[in-house]
């Protein structure tokens, strides 16, 4: 008892330390007619549903409280081909716009159409940034070994590290003007080491940062860890497997 009461304590300490996003958008059909009460799950890449919501009689629809991470989007309505957005990125304090269209499916036929998620280069609130969900990290070379100052040299061109390796210069800038967060937790110096395998995600900001990280006039490097829940579903889609 006292075991699973662990395991329930270090799991509320991971979600209030978590940074989370909004998924906001449009559900229409192919005449630009809005579209009510159509079914949206957002799942894990292994077909788990995490999350959920349907879209108001104007066709739109707002699912608060996502972990930042990367996540399948599946659109769902009887009468519809059934549509799923993969690897859509779902980044810390900010919203995320996705706007899809369904297709009739006395049209097309029963259908499952699947689509890629465009990741956006220029912020809609203002700045410019890149993120690497944990899929994308397992290709990165710098991504072994967990150190984050690496893997931010290792995702963009223009930012190079100090002889010494302890500082990172986005353009130009200072040193000690980087910011960092740690699910939702600031950290200017000691960056802690991460191994891979624990990261949601790492996005960068290199100019023009929103006014929730608006107090460096370096750069701003925002760390997700993967949520107790997203471990679980992990672990357990690699023992079916087995």
Same mark, same amino acid.
């Given at each position: @008892?006292?075991?699973?009461?662990?395991? $329930?304590?270090? #799991?509320?300490?991971?979600?209030?330390?978590?940074?989370?996003?909004?998924?906001?958008?449009?559900?229409?059909?192919?005449?630009?007619?809005?579209?009510?009460?159509?079914?949206?799950?957002?799942?894990?890449?292994?077909?788990? +549903?995490?999350?959920?919501?349907?879209? /108001?009689? /104007?066709?739109?629809?707002?699912? !608060?409280?996502?972990?930042?991470?990367?996540?399948?989007?599946?659109?769902?309505?009887?009468?519809?081909?059934?549509?799923?957005?993969?690897?859509?990125?779902?980044?810390?304090?900010?919203?995320?716009?996705?706007?899809?269209?369904?297709? /009739?499916?006395?049209?097309?036929?029963?259908?499952?159409?699947?689509?890629?998620?465009?990741?956006?280069?220029? /912020?809609?609130?203002?700045?410019?940034?890149?993120?690497?969900? +944990?899929?994308?990290?397992?290709?990165?070379?710098?991504?072994?070994?967990?150190?984050?100052?690496?893997?931010?040299?290792? @995702?963009?061109?223009?930012?190079?590290?100090?002889?010494?390796?302890?500082?990172?210069?986005?353009?130009?800038?200072?040193?000690?003007?980087? $910011?960092?967060?740690?699910?939702?937790?600031?950290?200017?110096?000691?960056?802690? !080491?991460?191994? #891979? #395998?624990?990261?949601?995600?790492?996005?960068?900001?290199?100019?023009?940062?929103? +006014?929730?990280?608006?107090?460096?006039?370096?750069?701003?490097?925002?760390?997700?860890?993967?949520?107790?829940?997203?471990?679980?579903?992990?672990? $357990? !889609?690699?023992?079916?497997?087995?």
């Amino acid at each position: @008892m006292l075991g699973c009461f662990g395991i $329930l304590f270090l #799991s509320l300490i991971t979600a209030q330390g978590q940074s989370f996003g909004t998924l906001y958008g449009h559900v229409k059909s192919p005449h630009e007619e809005s579209i009510p009460g159509v079914m949206i799950t957002i799942e894990t890449g292994d077909g788990h +549903a995490l999350f959920g919501g349907a879209t /108001d009689p /104007d066709g739109q629809y707002r699912i !608060n409280a996502i972990t930042a991470g990367s996540y399948d989007v599946r659109f769902k309505m009887q009468g519809k081909s059934e549509l799923m957005k993969r690897g859509v990125v779902i980044n810390p304090d900010k919203i995320t716009i996705l706007n899809v269209i369904l297709q /009739d499916s006395s049209l097309m036929g029963a259908t499952l159409d699947i689509e890629d998620y465009a990741i956006p280069l220029i /912020d809609p609130d203002g700045g410019t940034f890149t993120t690497l969900t +944990a899929k994308e990290m397992k290709h990165l070379p710098s991504a072994h070994g967990g150190d984050i100052k690496r893997m931010v040299i290792g @995702m963009l061109s223009d930012v190079k590290a100090s002889p010494n390796g302890e500082e990172l210069y986005f353009r130009g800038s200072r040193a000690g003007s980087v $910011l960092y967060f740690i699910d939702g937790v600031k950290i200017r110096e000691n960056v802690p !080491n991460i191994p #891979s #395998s624990g990261i949601a995600s790492i996005s960068v900001y290199t100019g023009g940062m929103p +006014a929730t990280y608006g107090d460096t006039t370096g750069g701003v490097v925002v760390i997700n860890t993967k949520s107790f829940t997203q471990e679980y579903y992990q672990k $357990l !889609n690699a023992k079916n497997k087995k």
